[in-house]
């Protein structure tokens, strides 16, 4: 049994002793790790062993829904099942000959708190709130800085500003971002921002003017290729113009 329903049939093939399964799932299921876990028997007795990642709106070309990835795939009963870290080194590949692994790229959580952190932060620490963050789709519909704190919103201190500066950035180049990393975390190549953390913070607080007040703000004639470059060498062969 599980919460979600096409869990529930994952976990049921594996009480068929099936030898082979053949399912459309989203990718949620094997790329967010506490899915992942979820699958209970499943993953420790069969493996992924072919795969093909396809767009939502294949099935719902009017929902309004933003699309996200659903994999068809191809397990085998194997004793050994897979842990996280086979998923991670997985090869993806998408309807339209894109490939991908989770492992290619580091990710926002690494840095910071992505979840409600009061215990950990005290409110006299906190100089701005930030609204919980999940997936790459989830930001596209969500807040990002807010001027009241709430049960959903992260603390964030002057040492972590930069840093939500830069997913309030990422959030603006959302649409060049495929369908495919949907359900992602938000994916970072910190050395790179380390390089460009004050034209994050610039971007960020035109928008959000109160944070000027904590830390310095520089002017840059170009900015928008400098953002633009980045987040290309960030994709790559993903980037959508």
Not at 45 to 62: E, P, R
Not at 148 to 154: L, Q, Y
Request: hydrophobic share 35%; with cysteine.
């Amino acid at each position: 049994m599980s919460r979600d329903l096409g869990i529930s049939y994952l976990l049921s093939y594996d009480k068929l002793s099936a030898n082979f399964v053949c399912v459309l799932h989203p990718l949620s299921y094997l790329i967010k790790k506490t899915n992942f876990e979820a699958l209970w028997q499943f993953k420790n007795n069969y493996k992924l062993i072919d795969s093909v990642v396809v767009s939502s709106g294949v099935f719902s070309a009017n929902s309004k829904l933003a699309s996200f990835p659903i994999i068809i795939a191809l397990y085998e009963r194997n004793l050994s099942g897979m842990d996280y870290e086979y998923i991670k080194n997985y090869m993806f590949e998408t309807s339209d000959n894109k490939t991908f692994s989770i492992k290619e790229y580091d990710i926002i959580g690494n840095y910071i708190p992505k979840y409600p952190n009061h215990k950990a932060v005290s409110k006299q620490d906190a100089i701005a709130y930030f609204y919980t963050m999940s997936d790459i789709n989830a930001l596209k519909r969500a807040a990002t800085f807010l001027e009241k704190e709430t049960s959903n919103t992260v603390r964030v201190t002057k040492t972590m500003l930069s840093y939500y500066c830069y997913v309030g950035v990422f959030k603006d180049y959302i649409p060049h971002i495929p369908y495919y990393f949907g359900n992602s975390d938000i994916m970072i190549n910190n050395a790179s921002f380390q390089e460009l953390e004050p034209l994050f913070v610039s971007r960020s607080t035109r928008k959000h003017p109160k944070l000027g007040s904590y830390v310095e703000v520089k002017t840059y004639n170009d900015e928008e290729a400098m953002l633009t470059k980045y987040f290309r060498e960030l994709m790559c062969v993903h980037y959508i113009d």
